[in-house]
């Protein structure tokens, strides 16, 4: 608050009345029986920590939050902590875990540079609505503002990119203050939430009355309340729809809404399209999912956006990457619009029905309502479109049979290998367009990618979390040249943690996607796009790391297959053809259905 | 997030009252200025004070946009954690005044104009009056501080400040029965209001 109200702020202690308060109303059996025991601040957030079942925490020590560390010292049986090579590192590691268990992820940082290294993935976390609690030491509180050693305005800085945050500056807030970051994170759309704990609050002893998780937040509501007269109207425009299509995003998977949205598109019959983040949510090989959406989605569900009568956009925010050139898009149809987050509707989309709400109580009551019907005109039409794309691009990228590898070829053998079981996480770029679009998903989660920011070097860090947060699937990370180059230390964190990950570089020696668009738009202007790499197999090495390098096609599926059979972590290096283009593409500036083939 | 008043209005620009009832946050006025920030918007006035209900603190913010892009606004700041509802209104929806302070030097306006017909002819009130200066306050809209200005600017006027705008919501029924709604576990209706279900009642709310 500014400072002309200072005198309203409230005290440490009367938020802590407020809390118990809110916590008093929930009754709480035996509540006045409750004993206390003196702790410091940092044990009572590792036994916070523990009661919110985390399993795993991501993590690098450093000054301002070395007595949280001391206290890990003695909880390392409850709580596994993974010692990541730098803070980027630990909190992708955190989203790639958040986004294969379905869980919350947790990571640590130090005050200052700690935390600043968090910030591209706090960026990342919150446009990908990924739930993380993030702890950051911070100074003493008597050196806030003093410009001590390490001293970051770590609240201010990570306010945009953060859905909560909150700095801890006494002891006693911190059992509250953690619950609440827990709900905040995971409930309603999810997203990132950071606690910022001053080294004094870290060390004070205070009496404990054990961990109450948060379910109540009075100005908080995670759930819209479900509107039935809407669900009735969107029941009925898709009834009468003549060429409906549904467009599904990352919501159906946040929501834990596949078997939801699967009966709701089998009872119903729609063509269904995904976003690079939905990917998953109902297998690759669906007969109703007819593919990708955006800029280098699929042919069909590009264009035919702009031939649909009814628009079903279910837990998608209408990216302009998915959408194109607004005024373009979808101008023919009604829109329908399920979404939890009610700034989303109308956003960007003018939304004809709205439907607030969790998709997993919205999409029932909306399939109850629905007829049982096919479309087979309709959906030939998405069939038309497939052959033609198969001719004019994904032949020649998927069995190109002579010349150089590509990327395409590279990631259908891995199907073969995977059979579509694996999760496949990717960086940021040419591959990870190619990976999207042809990687076979038999299931939710299998697709951790960096859809909002584009973060390259989210891979790497990624897949590691992922492998923690699915131990018994394969875990495959996709990544370009380039995007490993940027946070290629974690095969440290690979190395010391023994976990098993596969990396699959797809290396075209340049920074492909930027190289595409010089090529399509700049006239082939070249600019600081080639790269040259290091020797990855020899790097991977250095890290007690098993490796390959690929070149030839007839070696390719059985390097895969030496990769995916291993035991342990296996780098294996594809040298693809240099220039070769990600196709279809919708050209900046232009409509879906501008969408080009080459 | 409500406009009480859901007339079709033209797309252009004018003045909205973003009404903002939220906790008492240490951070939360940034979270709630970087929303307009990010998107290259001034706030032309801002207002922070306790609302009718203790422990509610209300911001009354106000900007010169469409109301397309206000509504996208208001439902980013409902969107905070610690923001319990916002409300936006035109100008014609609200009872607004701004406060103004005059500082002029005492012997000219005692030698060179009636004090007294100043302070009738502009609801003006003197604050204090020393020796060597006196300072007049008016309150009301903007042109009639304003106004007071150019009439005290020949007798020398040395300093002037006005405040932000605070505003009261014509339509508003105030917070107090709203807010044991959301104190509830299961909120009601009530505070998860459907802004398209409710046109018929002249509520524009979400």
């Not at chain 1, 070395?66 to 010692?83: G, Q, R, S, V």
């Amino acid at each position: 608050m500014d400072e002309g109200t200072n005198q309203l702020i409230r005290s440490a202690p009367e938020m802590k009345k407020e809390f118990i308060m809110e916590i008093a109303q929930q009754e709480i059996p035996n509540s006045a029986e409750t004993k206390t025991v003196e702790v410091s601040g940092s044990v009572a957030l590792l036994e916070a920590l523990i009661a919110e079942g985390t399993e795993v925490i991501f993590g690098y020590p450093g000054g301002a939050i070395m007595p949280i560390y001391d206290a890990l010292y003695d909880y390392k049986e409850k709580l596994n902590h993974i010692l990541v090579r730098h803070e980027q590192g630990g909190i992708h590691a955190g989203q790639g875990f958040a986004r294969t268990s379905g869980k919350v992820g947790i990571v640590f940082a130090t005050s200052g540079p700690g935390a600043t290294n968090l910030i591209t993935g706090l960026a990342d976390a919150m446009i990908d609505s990924t739930p993380l609690v993030c702890i950051t030491g911070q100074v003493f509180a008597h050196l806030l503002g003093t410009d001590a050693f390490q001293e970051t305005d770590v609240i201010n800085i990570t306010t945009p990119v953060t859905k909560w945050n909150y700095q801890v500056t006494d002891a006693t807030e911190i059992p509250e203050v953690i619950s609440k970051a827990f709900y905040i994170a995971r409930s309603g759309r999810p997203g990132p939430v950071l606690i910022d704990i001053t080294k004094n609050a870290q060390i004070q002893k205070f009496d404990f009355a054990g961990y109450k998780p948060c379910d109540h937040i009075r100005s908080y509501r995670p759930k819209p309340i479900i509107r039935k007269e809407y669900i009735q109207k969107a029941a009925d425009l898709i009834n009468s729809a003549k060429k409906p299509f549904v467009l599904w995003g990352q919501g159906v998977i946040l929501g834990e809404a596949e078997k939801e949205f699967k009966a709701f598109v089998e009872k119903s019959g729609i063509p269904s399209a995904w976003t690079i983040l939905g990917a998953g949510a109902i297998p690759t090989d669906h007969p109703l999912n007819v593919g990708m959406l955006g800029m280098h989605g699929n042919y069909g569900p590009n264009v035919l956006t702009n031939e649909c009568d009814v628009l079903i956009a279910i837990g998608m925010r209408f990216d302009d990457r998915v959408t194109g050139r607004l005024d373009r898009y979808a101008k023919q149809a009604k829109v329908v619009h399920l979404d939890i987050d009610p700034s989303e509707i109308d956003k960007n989309v003018q939304t004809t029905v709205p439907v607030w709400g969790d998709c997993k109580e919205t999409l029932p009551a909306l399939t109850e309502l629905i007829q049982e019907r096919t479309f087979p005109e309709w959906i030939a039409k998405f069939k038309e479109y497939t052959e033609k794309e198969v001719e004019a691009v994904i032949n020649a990228e998927l069995h190109p049979g002579s010349g150089e590898l590509t990327m395409g070829e590279a990631i259908h053998q891995l199907n073969e290998l995977t059979k579509g079981d694996a999760v496949i996480v990717t960086d940021v770029g040419q591959h990870q367009m190619v990976a999207c679009r042809y990687a076979k998903l038999n299931k939710t989660r299998s697709n951790v990618t960096s859809g909002g920011l584009g973060t390259m070097g989210f891979a790497l860090p990624a897949a590691i979390g992922a492998k923690f947060g699915a131990p018994e699937r394969d875990v495959v990370a996709v990544i370009g040249d380039g995007g490993f180059q940027m946070t290629l230390q974690e095969l440290g964190t690979i190395m010391q943690s023994g976990i098993d990950v596969k990396i699959l570089i797809l290396n075209n020696r340049f920074l492909g996607m930027v190289r595409q668009w010089q090529e399509l738009f700049n006239e082939n202007r070249y600019s600081f796009v080639d790269m040259t790499s290091p020797d990855f197999v020899a790097l991977a090495a250095a890290y007690g790391i098993a490796g390959k390098s690929v070149s030839e096609r007839s070696d390719l599926n059985a390097s895969l297959e030496e990769m995916m059979n291993h035991k342990g972590s296996f780098l294996l290096e594809v040298m693809v053809t240099k220039e070769n283009n990600v196709f279809p593409m919708v050209p900046q500036g232009c409509s879906v259905a501008e969408i080009r083939l080459k | 997030m409500s406009n009480q008043n859901h007339t079709e209005k033209p797309a252009g620009k004018q003045e909205f009252n973003i009404t903002v009832y939220t906790e008492n946050q240490i951070g939360l006025l940034n979270r709630i200025a970087i929303i307009f920030t990010r998107r290259k918007i001034n706030i032309d006035s801002l207002n922070t004070s306790p609302s009718e209900i203790e422990s509610i603190h209300r911001f009354n913010i106000v900007v010169n946009e469409t109301e397309d892009v206000v509504r996208k606004l208001s439902r980013q700041i409902e969107k905070q954690v610690e923001v319990l509802k916002v409300y936006y209104n035109t100008n014609e929806d609200v009872i607004w005044q701004e406060l103004a302070l005059y500082k002029v030097p005492t012997d000219i306006i005692a030698e060179k104009a009636s004090v007294e017909r100043l302070l009738r002819e502009n609801g003006a009130r003197a604050v204090v009056i020393r020796k060597d200066y006196t300072v007049f306050e008016t309150t009301g809209h903007r042109e009639e501080t304003d106004a007071l200005i150019k009439i005290l600017q020949p007798f020398g006027l040395i300093e002037f400040v006005r405040s932000a705008r605070v505003a009261i919501i014509k339509h508003s029924d105030g917070f107090n029965r709203k807010l044991r709604e959301f104190e509830r576990l299961e909120p009601g209706e009530e505070v998860s209001e459907n802004e398209y279900l409710n046109n018929g009642q002249r509520i524009f709310t979400m």
